[in-house]
C-alpha cells in the first residue's frame, strides 16, 4: 500500500512516498519533481521503494542553499539518518541520477547498489544534453519519449499544464534549474567515478534525444562495476513508457 | 511632465518571412541575419535620432540593454550613452537599464556610470533591471538567482557610489575585498534610479519603498494593464507613507505623430507589425525561465500578459481599441498623453518613436512634430513641487563654458 508523510530531514520537511516491502530502494527523480509512476508501482513487488522529494520540488521557496549536487549529497546524509537506511539500493532518473552518481563517488559504503537512468552529470564531448528549459512541451517530446504522439506523452508532458499542476510544475521547474541549468553535468564527476566502488547499472532508453545514449556508455567506462543495458521503445523516461522491462531490468540487477 | 526619447534600437531588416520561418527573435534567432555595413548606417541612424531629440529639447534620451537578439540592438547601454555623452548637450542620458544581473562584476556597472555621469556633467540617470528572461539563457546566468543578485548588485553599487572607499563587500553573489570605485558620480548622493517594472507585486514594493521612478512595462501592451499597474505603484507609495510624487512614475510608449489621423496610421501600421509580429516573436520558455519571478507572482501575471502581447492581435482596430500605442494628429496625440496622464499621474513620460523599422524620414518628422506641437502642452502637466536634496538635470550649465 502506497503511504506519503512530511518527514523532517535535516531541518528540512520532506515529503516522502513509499510502497513495497522489501529491500529498501531509494529513488531519486527526475527534474519533473516527485510523481508517483507505473515505473515505480512495477518494483514494489520485490522492493520497499521509498520516493523522497528532492529539496525545493514542492516548495521552490525552501530551496534555500542548495546550489550544486554536492549539497542534495548533505541532504541525503540526513535522509539517511532520518530514515535510518542501511545499504539501500540508490536509483536515480535524470538529474536524481547524476545526483546518486555523486553521492556514490563520496559515499560508495552507504550504498547497496546503484541504478542510474537517463543520467544527468557527465560532460561527454559532442553529446552535450539538450536544455530542457530552453524547449517548449511540443518541441522537448520528440527528445523525451520513443513515442511523442503516444497519449502517454500528452499527458505527462501537455502543451500546457491543467489547472491542479500548473503551481506544482513551477515549483519543479525551479529547483531543476537551480541545478540542472544549461550545463547540466560537473566536468569533475567523471574523474570522481572511480571511487564508486559499488555495482552499478546504467538503464537508458534508447530513443533518449535529451541525454544521448553516449552518457551511458560514459558512465560505464568511468564506473568501475557497471553494465549498461539500453532499453528500446523507451526515451528519456524508460520507466513511463516501458516499465515492466525497466523492473525486469533493475530486478535481474539487484537479483 | 517631463519627456525622455526612448530608442529601443531595433534590427529594422529581417526578411519578409521570418515570421512564418522563426519562432523567436532572441536567443537563437541566427546572428547570419545581422549584416555589418547596414548595422553601421542603422547605429549611426539611431544615434542621429537621440542627438535631434536634445536638439529638440527633450528632457532626456533612453537607451537600454539587451543581448544576442533582433529586437534591440543594445548589448552594451553604456557604450551608446557614451556616444552620446559628447553629442549632446543638455539632455538627461536615462540608461534604461543595465541588467545587473549578468554580471559578475557589478562593480563594472558603478564604474561606467560614474564615469558617463562625470563626463556629462551630471547628466545620468542609471536604469536597473533584472533583465528579460532571454537574457538568463544568452549570458548562461541561474535565473532562480534573478532577484536575489538584482538586489545584492543593487546594494552594492549604491553603497560604492555614496560611502567612502575602500570597504570589503561580502555577499552571498558577490564578493569584493576592495571596494573603492574611481571615479566617484557626478551627482550626489548618485545618480537618479529608475526602475522599469511589468507589475510584479514584489518590485513594486521595493521601488515603492526605495522611492526610486517605477517605469511602466511592457511598453507595448493594453493601456487598462499598464494603468492599473501604476495604480498599484501609487497604493504601494500609500502603503509606505507618502504620496507619489509623478516623476516616479514612468511611462514608456509607442508614439507616432503624423499631420492628420489617417496619415498617421497609414505611416505607421506595417511598422508596427513589424515590430509585434517579428521583434516581440518569442518562446514562452525565453521569456519566461524558471525562478526569474517568483511563482506567485508569475501565477498573477502570466495570464495577463500573455493576452496582452500585441503580436496575439491582427488589426490595427483591436491595437487601437486596447491604447498599445498613441498614434494620430498632433491634437490627438496630445489630448489623449493629457488623458492619460491626469488618469494615472505619470510625470516621466517616456515616448518610443521608432518602432519596429519606421523609416529614418518618418522618425524624424514624427518626433519633430511631437516636440513642436505636442511636447510643449504637456510640461505644465503634472508638476511636482521642487524636491529636496535630489539631484536635477542641468548641472552641466553651472560649469564654466
Redesign the interface.
Known amino acids: 500500500m502506497m503511504t506519503e508523510s512530511v518527514q523532517d530531514v535535516g531541518g528540512r520537511a520532506t515529503r516522502i512516498v513509499r510502497s513495497g516491502r522489501g529491500r529498501p530502494l531509494l529513488w531519486l527523480h527526475d527534474t519533473t519533481g516527485n510523481r508517483w509512476t507505473q515505473g515505480h508501482e512495477a518494483l514494489v513487488r520485490r522492493h520497499e521503494v521509498i520516493a523522497p522529494s528532492l529539496p525545493g520540488f514542492d516548495d521552490?521557496?525552501t530551496?534555500g542553499q542548495i546550489d550544486r549536487t554536492e549539497d542534495v549529497g548533505f541532504w541525503l546524509l540526513d535522509l539517511w539518518d532520518a530514515l535510518g537506511l542501511e545499504r539501500p539500493v540508490l536509483l536515480g532518473c535524470g538529474l536524481g541520477g547524476w545526483i546518486a552518481a555523486d553521492f556514490a563517488a563520496r559515499y560508495p559504503e552507504r550504498l547497496g547498489r546503484l541504478v542510474l537512468v537517463d543520467a544527468y552529470g557527465l560532460q561527454v564531448d559532442g553529446a552535450l544534453a539538450a536544455?530542457e528549459?530552453?524547449?517548449?512541451p511540443p518541441m522537448l517530446r520528440p527528445l523525451v519519449f520513443a513515442e511523442p504522439e503516444a497519449s502517454l506523452a500528452r499527458e505527462w508532458l501537455p502543451d500546457a499544464q491543467p489547472p491542479e499542476r500548473?503551481?506544482s510544475t513551477?515549483?519543479a521547474?525551479?529547483a531543476?534549474?537551480?541545478l540542472a541549468?544549461?550545463?547540466p553535468y560537473c566536468p569533475k564527476l567523471r574523474g570522481r567515478l572511480a571511487r564508486a566502488k559499488v555495482p552499478a547499472l546504467i538503464l537508458w532508453g534508447a530513443q533518449d534525444r535529451l541525454v544521448p545514449t553516449a552518457h551511458a556508455h560514459a558512465y560505464a567506462a568511468s564506473l568501475p562495476d557497471a553494465r549498461v543495458v539500453v532499453l528500446p521503445g523507451a526515451g528519456h523516461y524508460p520507466w513511463l513508457e516501458t516499465p515492466d522491462r525497466f523492473a525486469e531490468e533493475v530486478e535481474r540487477f539487484l537479483g | 511632465m517631463r519627456v525622455y526619447m526612448f530608442h529601443l534600437m531595433p534590427w529594422p531588416h529581417l526578411p519578409a518571412d521570418f515570421a512564418q520561418t522563426h519562432d523567436t527573435a532572441w536567443?537563437?534567432c541566427e546572428n547570419a541575419l545581422y549584416d555589418a555595413e547596414r548595422g553601421h548606417e542603422v547605429y549611426n541612424r539611431y544615434l542621429d535620432e537621440l542627438e535631434l531629440a536634445d536638439q529638440l529639447g527633450f528632457d532626456g534620451v533612453c537607451v537600454n540593454e539587451h543581448h544576442q537578439n533582433a529586437y534591440g540592438l543594445m548589448p552594451s547601454p553604456n557604450i551608446m550613452a557614451a556616444c552620446l555623452a559628447r553629442r549632446t548637450t543638455r539632455a538627461k542620458l536615462v540608461i534604461l537599464g543595465n541588467v545587473l544581473t549578468l554580471y559578475d562584476h557589478p562593480l563594472r556597472v558603478a564604474e561606467e556610470i560614474a564615469m558617463l555621469d562625470v563626463i556629462s556633467g551630471g547628466r545620468v540617470v542609471s536604469g536597473q533591471v533584472v533583465g528579460t528572461g532571454n537574457e538568463f539563457?544568452s549570458y548562461?546566468v541561474?535565473?532562480?538567482y534573478a532577484r536575489e543578485r538584482f538586489y545584492e548588485a543593487h546594494e552594492l553599487i549604491v553603497k560604492a557610489w555614496t560611502e567612502p572607499g575602500p570597504f570589503p563587500w561580502e555577499g552571498t553573489h558577490y564578493r569584493f575585498r576592495y571596494v573603492n570605485v574611481w571615479p566617484r558620480p557626478f551627482q550626489k548622493p548618485h545618480p537618479p534610479i529608475w526602475i522599469p517594472g511589468s507589475g510584479s507585486r514584489e518590485t513594486i514594493d521595493w521601488v515603492a519603498k526605495k522611492r526610486f521612478t517605477y517605469m511602466v512595462l511592457p511598453t507595448l501592451a493594453p493601456y487598462a494593464l499598464r494603468a492599473a499597474t501604476a495604480e498599484a505603484f501609487r497604493a504601494a507609495c500609500e502603503r509606505e507613507g507618502y504620496t507619489a510624487r509623478h516623476e516616479q512614475i514612468g511611462w514608456g510608449i509607442g508614439v507616432y505623430v503624423a499631420e492628420s489621423d489617417a496619415r498617421a496610421v497609414q505611416e505607421y501600421e506595417p511598422h508596427f507589425w513589424y515590430y509585434a509580429k517579428n521583434l516581440l516573436r518569442n518562446?514562452?520558455?525565453?521569456n519566461s525561465?524558471?525562478?526569474h519571478s517568483?511563482?506567485q507572482s508569475?501565477?498573477g501575471v502570466l495570464d495577463a500578459r500573455r493576452k496582452g502581447r500585441p503580436g496575439n492581435f491582427n488589426s490595427w482596430e483591436e491595437i487601437q481599441k486596447g491604447g498599445f500605442v498613441v498614434v494620430g494628429s498632433p491634437a490627438t496625440v496630445r489630448d489623449r498623453l493629457t488623458e492619460i496622464a491626469t488618469h494615472t499621474g505619470l510625470g516621466t513620460l517616456i515616448p518610443n518613436f521608432s518602432v519596429g523599422n519606421v523609416p529614418h524620414h518618418l522618425t524624424r518628422k514624427s518626433v519633430e512634430l511631437f516636440a513642436r506641437e505636442v511636447m510643449p502642452h504637456l510640461r505644465g502637466i503634472n508638476v511636482d513641487p521642487p524636491a529636496d536634496g535630489v539631484a536635477r538635470a542641468g548641472a552641466r550649465a553651472s560649469l564654466p563654458a
Open positions: 521552490s521557496t530551496l536544455d528549459f530552453a524547449l517548449t500548473v503551481e513551477l515549483h521547474r525551479v531543476a534549474a537551480r541549468w544549461q550545463f | 536567443v537563437v539563457f548562461n541561474n535565473p532562480t518562446r514562452e520558455t525565453f525561465p524558471p525562478g517568483s511563482v508569475t501565477l
